[in-house]
């Protein structure tokens, strides 16, 4: 039946696009197989940059001591962790990772297989490890690596135990090669998102602040991380190489980092330089030869890319490819946020997380694009465009430039990019319910771009292992002595960005934060003045949502239906009026209702797919609800515990019995059973009426209209639902709303 589907879903195409994928996937095949027998013939490992010569570029400038403090005592001790080579990925909990461990499992599933290293590993070792075309270079970083340090296992799933091998080619590594394997877990642990927060440390140590260890520990441990990884992850072999986006996240977060530690004094041997430099090329080189461009999609990953090879090529010094891989990823920057963010300043992908990650990506490349040098610049205006056979065609120079709003100075970017940027931030900060945390729509894999001020807050051990439950069985490392939790759904940091960006810091902040301060250094020190609404292209209000006659029309439908084809749902407020200093909002292109007052925050969801229609990070939502009152959470969205290790239980989380939504046994208003990242929006769900009486809407999901009614009484909130049609909806329990099913506050987490 599956396949049946897939075969029907690859002929609804059109010819011509169907055509240009195939022709796409014969010609990535065909170079993937004649790059792979060269592969093993010659190194992949770039070792002489002549062409490109000179240091990296710092942007960065040291960081006021003020911002530095901020979270010290907790910044310490989770990097005392790190330098344990202790991590929490997706929900692993604290977790030593090295070779030859036991994994605990995930879900009944649990892998051993020898890494074939042993504890004291040596260069030695890399024989059995690396493919023979890398072994000499590889041995060669290797032995650059300070003695006393023990390695991390980069291609070790250290939950469920599977291991990839750092000899297969990294096209060959299967993303989901056994039940209960998750590739993300490498993939996360190699964004190494972890270092900017060593680097953190480092400047601690550096202004003397009490608890840290000496300077040098921490650029030592950096040093060494970058090396190990180098070493035991030739280019092009390995589990990590195989996705771009990781690619590009990784070696941001390496070069922020390098810089964060040059702004504090830091320095590395001439060996480590050009080492790092070497693979920071090699990371590029990568990412344009492996773009994830398609020709009517383009995603988050893509994006990724691009921002990628943008901090890339304009780390590394100038030479005729830096210089065009520059134009080319600002080029593409331009039209991600063209193509990905919607007029409302919301992301397409429909998923705030995927929002919150897509944004800082535009947030940190903007602030790049913005601090170029002069000498950067001038590469914009004679550059020899990229030659990309499958993928966009690169425009001639010179790249156009354009008046920065409230600066003296030109940038590539155009108006309509800032205005949406701050939009950006509109959309994010409406989406944040009173106790701090967004509302969850989507997917949430907790991805981010850079880390450098993570939110944690510190439980129990006991506390986290009974909440938990794929926790079950943990012990923890003698390492943890303080159990630290990160609030994946804190989208805070985001918003003081853009508006730092914007010359608007937080009125709850004494000074810019520190990551402020970095994002106000790529930029050049300057900020931008901010759009006013009356001047903007955009509309507040884009669509009208009704009036009084639209509202008595569609309360109509449902009052004219028979009861047995109605349910109706009374959520009261005990001792507090809902209804004081009400104001509602909306943001029609995500499909973002908002119903706000003193003390209730309620968020509906009717809208697309996303993805242009793709809707691969959207679940069966429409006319789901998330409802606090009074900083207590009565119903939320259980986001996502799983992607491709267990497709059941990513489906059980993307189905619409995991939402407070009206729903009919055994049916899904859109289907899911035929691919984990593609929802085809057969519910086409509608706003019929948003105003000062609530809201009303309907989908067409099951065939015949289904309805929701939403209206806010002094002490309650009245939910009505009803289908006009033979069918028979569920009754829902408010007090249950996602039937029993586990909630998540991020991706790989599951509570009991």
């Known amino acids: 039946m599956r396949l049946?589907?897939?075969?029907?879903?690859?002929?609804?195409?059109?010819?011509?696009?169907?055509?240009?994928?195939?022709?796409?996937?014969?010609?990535?095949?065909?170079?993937?197989?004649?790059?792979?027998?060269?592969?093993?013939?010659?190194?992949?490992?770039?070792?002489?940059?002549?062409?490109?010569?000179?240091?990296?570029?710092?942007?960065?400038?040291?960081?006021?001591?003020?911002?530095?403090?901020?979270?010290?005592?907790?910044?310490?001790?989770?990097?005392?962790?790190?330098?344990?080579?202790?991590?929490?990925?997706?929900?692993?909990?604290?977790?030593?990772?090295?070779?030859?461990?036991?994994?605990?499992?995930?879900?009944?599933?649990?892998?051993?297989?020898?890494?074939?290293?042993?504890?004291?590993?040596?260069?030695?070792?890399?024989?059995?490890?690396?493919?023979?075309?890398?072994?000499?270079?590889?041995?060669?970083?290797?032995?650059?690596?300070?003695?006393?340090?023990?390695?991390?296992?980069?291609?070790?799933?250290?939950?469920?135990?599977?291991?990839?091998?750092?000899?297969?080619?990294?096209?060959?590594?299967?993303?989901?090669?056994?039940?209960?394997?998750?590739?993300?877990?490498?993939?996360?642990?190699?964004?190494?998102?972890?270092?900017?927060?060593?680097?953190?440390?480092?400047?601690?140590?550096?202004?003397?602040?009490?608890?840290?260890?000496?300077?040098?520990?921490?650029?030592?441990?950096?040093?060494?991380?970058?090396?190990?990884?180098?070493?035991?992850?030739?280019?092009?072999?390995?589990?990590?190489?195989?996705?771009?986006?990781?690619?590009?996240?990784?070696?941001?977060?390496?070069?922020?980092?390098?810089?964060?530690?040059?702004?504090?004094?830091?320095?590395?041997?001439?060996?480590?330089?050009?080492?790092?430099?070497?693979?920071?090329?090699?990371?590029?080189?990568?990412?344009?030869?492996?773009?994830?461009?398609?020709?009517?999609?383009?995603?988050?990953?893509?994006?990724?890319?691009?921002?990628?090879?943008?901090?890339?090529?304009?780390?590394?010094?100038?030479?005729?490819?830096?210089?065009?891989?520059?134009?080319?990823?600002?080029?593409?920057?331009?039209?991600?946020?063209?193509?990905?963010?919607?007029?409302?300043?919301?992301?397409?992908?429909?998923?705030?997380?995927?929002?919150?990650?897509?944004?800082?990506?535009?947030?940190?490349?903007?602030?790049?694009?913005?601090?170029?040098?002069?000498?950067?610049?001038?590469?914009?205006?004679?550059?020899?465009?990229?030659?990309?056979?499958?993928?966009p065609k690169h425009q001639k120079a010179p790249l156009p430039f354009f008046p920065v709003p409230g600066l003296d100075q030109a940038s590539p970017l155009p108006p309509i990019h800032f205005e949406k940027l701050e939009r950006i931030a509109d959309f994010a900060r409406a989406a944040i319910k009173p106790n701090g945390q967004s509302i969850q729509i989507g997917d949430n894999d907790s991805g981010r771009f850079l880390k450098l001020l993570p939110n944690f807050h510190a439980v129990e051990i006991n506390e986290i292992i009974a909440l938990h439950r794929n926790l079950r069985n943990y012990v923890a490392p003698d390492s943890v002595t303080q159990y630290w939790v990160e609030d994946h759904l804190n989208h805070s940091h985001l918003i003081q960005a853009i508006d730092t960006l914007f010359g608007k810091p937080s009125s709850t902040l004494e000074s810019i934060s520190l990551e402020g301060q970095v994002l106000l250094n790529l930029a050049g020190g300057k900020t931008i003045s901010p759009f006013r609404k009356k001047d903007s292209c955009f509309a507040i209000n884009k669509f009208s949502f009704g009036d009084e006659r639209a509202w008595k029309t569609g309360k109509k439908k449902l009052d004219d239906l028979p009861a047995e084809k109605c349910h109706t749902y009374e959520i009261f407020a005990d001792n507090h009026s809902i209804k004081s200093g009400i104001k509602t909002s909306c943001f029609p292109d995500f499909g973002l209702y908002l119903i706000v007052s003193e003390k209730m925050f309620l968020s509906i969801r009717c809208g697309p797919v996303g993805q242009n229609g793709n809707g691969g990070h959207a679940h069966n939502d429409a006319l789901s609800i998330e409802l606090q009152i009074d900083g207590t959470d009565y119903i939320v969205d259980p986001g996502s515990y799983l992607y491709t290790p267990l497709p059941d239980i990513r489906n059980a989380y993307r189905s619409v019995k995991a939402h407070f939504a009206p729903y009919i046994d055994q049916r899904e208003p859109n289907p899911i059973d035929h691919n984990l990242f593609q929802m085809r929006d057969r519910a086409q769900a509608q706003c019929l009426y948003f105003g000062d009486h609530g809201f009303i809407g309907m989908h067409k999901g099951y065939g015949s209209p289904v309805y929701r009614l939403i209206q806010v009484e002094e002490d309650k909130l009245i939910i009505k639902d009803g289908i006009a049609g033979p069918e028979k909806l569920a009754l829902l329990d408010p007090l249950n709303p996602t039937n029993g099913l586990s909630f998540s506050s991020g991706y790989g987490i599951q509570l009991s």
Not at 42 to 57: A, D, E, F, K, W
């Open 4 to 391: 049946i589907q897939i075969i029907k879903s690859i002929l609804s195409q059109p010819f011509q696009i169907l055509l240009k994928k195939i022709l796409r996937l014969i010609y990535r095949r065909w170079r993937s197989h004649v790059a792979q027998k060269l592969d093993y013939l010659y190194p992949t490992y770039t070792q002489n940059l002549s062409p490109i010569s000179g240091p990296l570029v710092t942007c960065i400038k040291k960081q006021a001591q003020n911002s530095l403090s901020i979270n010290s005592e907790q910044l310490l001790s989770l990097t005392e962790l790190y330098l344990d080579h202790t991590f929490d990925v997706l929900g692993s909990g604290w977790v030593q990772v090295r070779h030859g461990m036991n994994c605990r499992g995930l879900e009944d599933y649990q892998y051993i297989m020898e890494s074939h290293v042993p504890e004291n590993f040596d260069g030695a070792c890399l024989n059995r490890l690396i493919n023979a075309s890398n072994k000499g270079y590889s041995k060669k970083i290797w032995k650059l690596i300070h003695n006393n340090y023990i390695p991390i296992d980069w291609q070790l799933d250290f939950k469920s135990g599977y291991r990839w091998q750092e000899k297969t080619p990294s096209s060959f590594c299967s993303p989901a090669p056994l039940p209960g394997v998750d590739i993300k877990v490498p993939w996360e642990l190699s964004r190494m998102q972890h270092l900017t927060q060593l680097a953190r440390a480092y400047s601690l140590a550096v202004n003397g602040v009490k608890g840290a260890y000496p300077p040098e520990k921490y650029s030592n441990e950096f040093r060494n991380q970058i090396l190990d990884f180098i070493s035991s992850n030739p280019p092009r072999f390995g589990v990590n190489w195989h996705c771009p986006m990781d690619v590009g996240i990784r070696v941001s977060n390496w070069l922020v980092a390098y810089d964060l530690f040059k702004a504090e004094g830091a320095s590395f041997d001439a060996n480590f330089e050009q080492a790092f430099k070497n693979s920071v090329y090699d990371h590029g080189l990568h990412i344009i030869q492996n773009l994830e461009w398609n020709p009517t999609l383009r995603s988050n990953h893509y994006l990724a890319d691009i921002v990628g090879l943008l901090f890339v090529s304009a780390y590394l010094p100038r030479a005729p490819e830096t210089d065009s891989w520059l134009a080319f990823s600002i080029q593409e920057f331009i039209q991600a946020m063209e193509e990905q963010f919607h007029p409302d300043g919301s992301n397409f992908e429909a998923s705030t997380c995927y929002h919150r990650l897509s944004s800082e990506m535009m947030i940190y490349g903007t602030a790049l694009i913005l601090g170029l040098s002069q000498n950067k610049k001038n590469a914009l205006n004679d550059y020899a465009p990229v030659s990309i056979l499958s993928g």
